[in-house]
Structures are given as structure tokens and as C-alpha cells.
């Protein structure tokens, strides 16, 4: 029976690990960029003149952009203690991954993914509602 050898292990883990983080990053700087736009969108001139709370959903939409802002802002605050304390670890010799770490690791998975469902789906009704009212 072949013995499998831990730090190698424990080194490919820590890639996951690290790699999983990088996707969220990736995922975030995508959302930031789309939220300017849809910033911009929503202060824009290209609605139609004269519908109905047309003010009052625009501002609507503008407060729950910047909830979903600060909610991602405190998630990346999250995710970038855990990538420094998974540095951390490797930096120390036959350091293995805890279990604490996979569970934060896949709370931080379960956070990321609420944050991305909340956008897509709050992008998603801007989008349909605005996409009617637009001027010509």
C-alpha cells in the first residue's frame, strides 16, 4: 500500500483553497464593473418622461444597489482574512489544513454565492423594468 505523502496533500489542498478565492475575487471585480454601469444607467436621462414613481423605483433600485455593495465589501473583508490566514499556513512547514479551514472555507462559498444571487437577481429587475421605459 502506497503511503500518500501529507504535505503534498496539504500543498494541493491550500491551491484549491486558494484558487476558489481567486474566482470569488474574479466574481466581484465583474459585479463592481456591471454595478457602475447600472449606476449609470439608473442616473442616465434615457427613461421616458412621464411614468408613474418612475423616481421613487430608481431610487429604490439605487438603495438596494448600495446594500448589496456593502454586503459584498464586507464579504471580501471575509475573504481576505482567510486567504492571509491560509498564507499563513503555508508558509509553515508541514502545516495541514484544518478542518476549520475547509469550514470557513465553505462558509465563505455559501456567502459568495448568496451575494451573487441577490445581484443577478436585483440586475435582473432593473433590467426588466428599465428595458421598457427607455426613450426611443
Same mark, same amino acid.
Given at each position: ?15 484549491? /483553497? *486558494? ?6 475575487? &474574479? ?10 454601469? =447600472? $449606476? ?40 481576505? /482574512? *482567510? ?6 499556513? &503555508? ?10 479551514? =475547509? $469550514? ?33
Amino acid at each position: 500500500m502506497e503511503k500518500k505523502n501529507t504535505a503534498t496533500d496539504n500543498g494541493g489542498k491550500v491551491t484549491l /483553497l *486558494h484558487w476558489k478565492i481567486q474566482q470569488w475575487k &474574479l466574481r466581484f471585480q465583474l459585479m463592481d464593473e456591471e454595478i457602475v454601469f =447600472i $449606476k449609470r444607467l439608473l442616473d442616465s436621462n434615457a427613461f421616458r418622461p412621464n411614468i408613474p414613481n418612475l423616481f421613487e423605483r430608481l431610487q429604490d433600485y439605487k438603495t438596494r444597489l448600495k446594500d448589496i455593495e456593502n454586503r459584498n465589501a464586507a464579504v471580501r473583508t471575509q475573504i481576505s /482574512l *482567510h486567504e492571509n490566514n491560509l498564507g499563513t499556513e &503555508l508558509d509553515i512547514a508541514d502545516s495541514a489544513i484544518s478542518a476549520d479551514d =475547509i $469550514k470557513k472555507n465553505d462558509s465563505l462559498q455559501l456567502e459568495v454565492d448568496e451575494c451573487q444571487g441577490a445581484y443577478q437577481n436585483l440586475k435582473s429587475e432593473i433590467f426588466n423594468y428599465t428595458g421598457s421605459i427607455l426613450n426611443n
